[in-house]
């Protein structure tokens, strides 16, 4: 009886043992992980930019990367949308203005909305023309502290595609005291600092830049 006794609970032991091995382990992830703005304009997703977030998951790491910078800006401009056109007519990926795509030397919209790939070059070379625009400010500013933000070449270039070169140089200039904000509401002050701290130093400065088909 006693031998019996034994056996039963040398079987549970290990059949207690066996499915404990086999037990599924799930990583807790915070519901803010993907959660990159916060602002009252509306909350937008973009890949984390920190790299250890991403053991659990097959996707690529981009980072402060310049590809970073592009995805962050086309999710906060339009969630990543090419067909896109806001209720001010803003009008893509990146959110171009008419005067600003015809600055670029394009100058039928409807086929730009058509094309990710002339998207994706007008957004390149409106980087190249506003670095070579704001090439002295870059120089005078980044490394400084402006209402509490760090001013980097990124945050530069990010708050100029916002509300444009001369908003921007305004900003600066007058130590922020000129507070810019677009037809909904966002600061120039959030986007030097969301998107400050990007590679963005290959982008090269052209004062005549173009998107060449």
């Not at 996707?59 to 090419?82: C, D, L, W």
Request: aromatic content about 14%; overall charge positive; some cysteine.
């Amino acid at each position: 009886m006693i031998k019996k006794w034994l056996l039963y609970t040398t079987l549970l032991t290990l059949s207690a043992f066996l499915f404990s091995s086999y037990k599924s382990h799930v990583t807790p992830i915070s519901d803010n992980w993907f959660n990159t703005n916060t602002s009252s304009y509306m909350v937008q997703y973009a890949p984390s930019e920190h790299q250890l977030d991403y053991i659990h998951f097959e996707m690529p790491f981009v980072g402060k990367t310049i590809t970073g910078f592009r995805q962050a800006i086309a999710h906060r401009e339009s969630n990543g949308k090419y067909k896109i056109t806001n209720t001010l007519g803003c009008m893509g990926k990146y959110q171009f203005e008419k005067n600003t795509l015809a600055s670029l030397g394009i100058k039928d919209n409807k086929q730009f909305l058509k094309n990710p790939l002339l998207q994706e070059k007008a957004f390149l070379a409106l980087l190249s023309k506003n670095k070579w625009e704001l090439r002295n400010e870059i120089e005078k500013y980044e490394g400084k502290v402006i209402k509490g933000v760090l001013i980097t070449e990124s945050g530069i270039l990010a708050a100029a595609h916002l509300g444009g070169v001369g908003a921007t140089k305004k900003y600066l200039k007058t130590n922020g005291r000129s507070a810019y904000k677009d037809g909904y509401g966002t600061s120039m002050k959030a986007y030097f600092k969301k998107f400050g701290g990007y590679d963005t130093y290959a982008i090269p400065a052209e004062q005549n830049a173009k998107v060449k088909a």
